[in-house]
């Protein structure tokens, strides 16, 4: 990986030359940095306005692809006139066309027996609390004392295993937290793909030069999607770290940097 910065000389006739900019970003740890209650996380009203600012120039369409639910992502960020996935792709708004997968649609009263089910479970540890997003599920135990992390770990194997074995349910594992998805096969990388054929699509006139930045291990699937497409991927974390992205920055106050570049 490169330093972004110490590339930018580099791209910015890309940038030029580019007719269209599709810029796509993660939330969580990349555009903000990660907080102990995702709840209480907050978008700063200055990256809230550098967001704006692109979204309303027409060489740029400005996208947020997020694990958070689409509802909960949409009231976090509140900048209109943008792209929003929820539930890593699940449930897409935007390009006039919404995408809502109908397996997971269909799973909806499950996770809620499932949150509660793993509610009950892990009741009695301190700091690790469910949250039922709808079509996915996190565990978050960032919380967690570090000598109580293997209690998580056994209870939440305890309840998921079986599903996880027959296939009903998909998991995955972010900074702190698991997630369990429902078997299909759709990810942050498919959710690009998605939106960059939209986009192409609502545009009508050749491709976008698409950008994604993220910082987590669902982005990765979005990194390789990137750069299939001849993109720029941008990993949100700093360098020593492993990642199929191409670039890095070291800090979301980097990426705030980056947007005012643009
Ligand atoms: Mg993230």
Known sequence: MQYLFDAWTKLTPRLKAANHVLLLSDFDGTLIPIVDNPELAILPPETKNLLRTLA???R???GIVSGRALAD????????SIIYAGN???EIEGFGSDFLDPIAEE???FFLMLSQALSATLRGIKGVFVENKGLTLSVHYRSVDDTEERRVTDAFSKVTDPLHITG???ITQGKKVYEIRPPVDWDKGKAIAWLIAKCKESRGKGGALPIYLGDDLTDEDGFKMIEKNNGISIFVGGEGLQSVARY???SPEEVT???KML
Request: hydrophobic share 40%; charged share 40%.
């Open 88 to 90: 890593h792709g699940l």
């Open 257 to 259: 940097e980056l947007l």
């Open 60 to 62: 740029y369409t400005v």
């Open 73 to 80: 992502l949409k009231s976090k960020v509140d900048v209109d």
């Open 248 to 250: 890095f920055l070291r």
């Open 168 to 170: 009903r349910i998909r």
């Open 56 to 58: 309303k120039n027409r």
């Open 107 to 109: 799973m909806r009263p």
